[in-house]
């Protein structure tokens, strides 16, 4: 419908937790990462939540390999690409600090300890108050990840205590249905929502067989999603994920069909060089709208401004990422 916001798609390939024995299609190589990331960028994903393994396929949070992961993605795609500083359960608290020493866009931050299956996802008050401040010091734009209801009181103390975020606007993923989280249900969904900040963006996940309740109950109350082989293995009763780009492509057609499209990623795939220019190119017609680098233009952060790294200025909200938080290139409208 006319002036409906575009759905931000967010795509988590791989994860901490699977193994890639029981799991072939998980991507667990940094030539595996980049393929599924240029796929899923075609299927209709703008951010890709990033894990990634060593040379055994284990977790890791090495920096140089964390580097050389964001180096490869923006040469290689146009996705905006975060960095998760949960690692894995047993990383400690400054190795996943030292996950922003590779510069990413955004990054994930927690904000609350979890009971996560039969383990601990340890995230207390001190932790997390100083990886917000260094996403701050850093500007890095963090996506605060709400495991259950409690930890939206945390989000509410961290901004009172410590301001906004970097880029100024508040973006959440409430990951629903992990074995000592929130369920993933509707009333739950709408229950967190309810209590988020004023002004804030979300996106949901639902872990497993939570995975297409979340994805419909966001779309129907406005939120965005993320899908991926982190979170879900099983595409279908009996039917694995085969990869990844199957996931985003169900969460694309689904956005479509409640005329919330896709987001686009905000600065352009790489691609074969542009043809030159014809030698007397006809005199442009007088544009109808503004570009929003147009200096005629009164300053101010509207619809898809909240993060951009080159502040829109625009008199009118941006329909197509407009509710996108972590954009980064300049719009027209």
Request: proline letters at 11%; one cysteine or more; a negative charge.
């Amino acid at each position: 419908m006319p002036g409906s916001p575009a759905t931000l798609i967010t795509v988590a390939p791989t994860g901490a937790e699977a193994d890639k024995s029981a799991a072939p299609a998980l991507p667990v190589t940094l030539s595996e990462l980049i393929v599924t990331a240029k796929e899923c960028e075609v299927a209709g994903a703008a951010v890709i939540h990033v894990h990634i393994r060593d040379e055994a396929a284990r977790p890791t949070l090495d920096v140089s390999r964390l580097a050389d992961t964001v180096a490869a993605l923006r040469e290689g795609t146009g996705l905006i690409v975060q960095l998760s500083t949960g690692g894995a359960v047993t990383d400690s608290f400054a190795s996943r600090l030292a996950v922003l020493d590779a510069a990413p866009d955004a990054c994930s931050l927690t904000c609350g300890t979890v009971n996560f299956g039969d383990d601990v996802f340890a995230n207390p008050w001190p932790f997390i108050k100083d990886l917000y401040q260094l996403t701050q010091e850093r500007q890095v734009v963090p996506e605060f990840e709400l495991f259950d209801l409690g930890q939206v009181a945390t989000l509410h103390r961290l901004l009172a205590e410590f301001g906004p975020p970097a880029g100024g606007h508040v973006h959440c993923d409430l990951v629903m249905g992990v074995p000592g989280g929130m369920p993933g249900d509707v009333a739950t969904l709408a229950a967190a929502v309810a209590v988020l900040p004023a002004g804030a963006t979300w996106s949901a996940t639902g872990i497993g067989r939570t995975a297409l309740p979340v994805m419909l109950g966001a779309l129907g109350a406005g939120g965005h999603l993320r899908v991926g082989m982190e979170d879900t293995l099983t595409f279908a009763r009996g039917r694995p994920v085969a990869r990844n780009a199957e996931l985003v492509e169900r969460a694309a057609e689904l956005a479509r069909l409640a005329q919330r499209p896709p987001c686009p990623p905000p600065r352009p795939a790489p691609s074969s060089p542009s043809p030159p220019a014809p030698p007397n190119p006809p005199a442009p017609a007088k544009p109808s709208k503004k570009s929003a680098n147009d200096p005629s233009l009164p300053a101010g952060v509207y619809g898809c401004g909240n993060v951009h790294q080159r502040v829109c200025r625009l008199s009118q909200p941006y329909i197509g990422c407009g509710v996108s938080p972590l954009s980064r290139g300049a719009c027209e409208v």
